[in-house]
């Protein structure tokens, strides 16, 4: 029974506004303000709550052990001496938005019908390049059922920043797919973070059918306007692809090879003289989570309560509901720590179609295991970091308590 599983990112202790990501405009205006890791929890906590409440299945992944003073200790230095910009990247706590972990392709799509996941390596930004190992080691114990291929990561330099930049469309999550591969070119102020030569290698390594494997060039317009991953201007669900005129490179190519590629698709639109890309990249229309309801309900965006505040937007979502459009229902989530960092309701999820009976339990979701963590993170997550306390021996002890505390309650004592 292969359904589709949104796998959320627990929000780390270890929360703060560093500023490390250019390109990202969120996280370059939030610089050095003083971050909120609890709520900022509590917040993903509850999107993921509500999902259930939909009737969608949940799992989760642990935050990464951080600071990283083993990644410190390769650069030949420590907590206490790194330099601020090299304590701040140990410190990270990126591993948040799972669309950023792995690329995954289900099993309906590939040659020897597993699921594939190849872990993103993530090399173009220094403080996100050491997620992989503490990533990979999770996704080798949720998915050690042979249903599944876990791979490490592509290469350097073929930057690769994971399922933020694919997506799948097919007539159910069941059955054989078209995934399309977005990639950027670089060149430009903003670095393009997705290189063709590492989706291609994860297509080949997936055993994906070439008659069925898309790679659209991201346009530069969108990359330059902080557009930093694709999914921040288009998603894409069952045969319904929900996007901005200004997504792709070639609009007209890209949206002519999607269709020859699968003819039943549905692309829905946004122009730009409706919804600017600058009100798309700030309210992040698209970095939403496209739906499919249980028993036949339709489609659901599940999207940032910024997108509510957006009047154009807002607008433009309201007009397609009421016009009948595939997307029925819009349920706004309050996710505003992590948005401040440029990471919306779909970068803290990454899907995997999968048999839940196949996942490894301790990383699903249920009530009782969520009330758990939730009494775990208002026990021991940090109400405050502002950017000076990075320097303190004192919290980063207390933060690592705080994520042991969290592996313990869920039976996951073993990634210590
Ligand atoms: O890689 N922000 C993340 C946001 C990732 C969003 N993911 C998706 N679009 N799928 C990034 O830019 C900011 C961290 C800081 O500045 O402290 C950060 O890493």
Redesign the pocket.
């Known amino acids: 029974m292969l359904t589709e599983i949104n796998f959320d990112g627990i929000i780390g202790p270890t929360h703060?506004?560093?500023?490390?990501?250019r390109?990202?405009i969120?996280?370059?205006s939030?610089?050095g303000n003083l971050s909120q890791p609890r709520a900022a929890a509590l917040q993903g906590l509850e999107k993921i709550r509500h999902n259930l409440t939909l009737g969608l299945p949940q799992g989760f992944f642990m935050p990464l052990d951080r600071p990283d003073a083993a990644w410190l200790e390769a650069l030949g230095t420590t907590l206490d001496a790194a330099e601020p910009h090299l304590r701040?990247q140990a410190w990270?706590?990126?591993s948040m938005?799972a669309?950023?972990a792995a690329t995954v392709s289900p099993a309906p799509d590939s040659g020897d019908g597993k699921c594939h996941l190849t872990v993103a390596n993530?090399v173009t930004?220094p403080?996100?390049s050491h997620e992989w190992q503490g990533t990979l080691a999770q996704l080798r114990l949720a998915f050690a059922d042979p249903a599944f291929a876990v791979h490490g990561p592509v290469p350097a330099p073929f930057g690769d920043?994971?399922?933020?930049n694919h997506m799948r469309l097919c007539a159910g999550h069941d059955t054989p797919g078209v995934e399309i591969f977005v990639y950027g070119v670089g060149g430009g102020r903003f670095p393009a973070?997705q290189h063709l030569d590492a989706s291609k290698a994860i297509a080949r390594r997936h055993r994906l059918d070439p008659r069925r494997t898309l790679f659209l060039r991201q346009s530069d317009v969108a990359i330059q306007g902080g557009a930093?991953?694709n999914?921040?201007v288009a998603v894409a669900n069952e045969h319904v692809l929900f996007t901005h005129e200004a997504a792709f490179h070639d609009r007209a190519a890209a949206h002519a090879e999607i269709r020859a590629a699968f003819p039943e698709v549905e692309i829905v639109e946004v122009p730009a003289d409706a919804v600017s890309l600058a009100e798309a990249i700030k309210s992040y229309l698209f970095?939403a989570q496209l739906v499919s309801l249980p028993d036949g309900g339709g489609m659901g965006l599940v999207l940032p309560t910024e997108a509510r505040e957006t009047p154009a937007v807002w607008n433009w979502l309201e007009a397609h509901v009421t016009g009948n459009g595939p997307i029925r229902k819009l349920f706004p989530v309050d996710v505003r720590q992590?948005m401040a960092?440029?990471?919306?309701p779909?970068?803290?999820r990454l899907r995997v179609v999968a048999d839940p009976a196949r996942v490894d339990p301790r990383f699903l979701a249920d009530d009782a295991k969520l009330d758990r963590i939730t009494a775990v993170v208002e026990k021991h997550w940090p109400e405050a970091i502002a950017p000076g306390d990075l320097a303190s021996a004192a919290l980063a002890a207390d933060v690592r308590r705080a994520r042991e505390a969290l592996l313990e309650a869920v039976g996951l004592s073993i990634l210590l």
């Open positions: 703060n506004y560093a500023g490390l990501s390109g990202n969120a996280s370059a939030h610089a701040a990270s706590a990126s938005w669309a950023n993530l930004m403080h996100r920043e994971g399922a933020a973070r930093f991953h999914d921040v970095n992590s960092n440029g990471g919306g779909a970068c803290l």
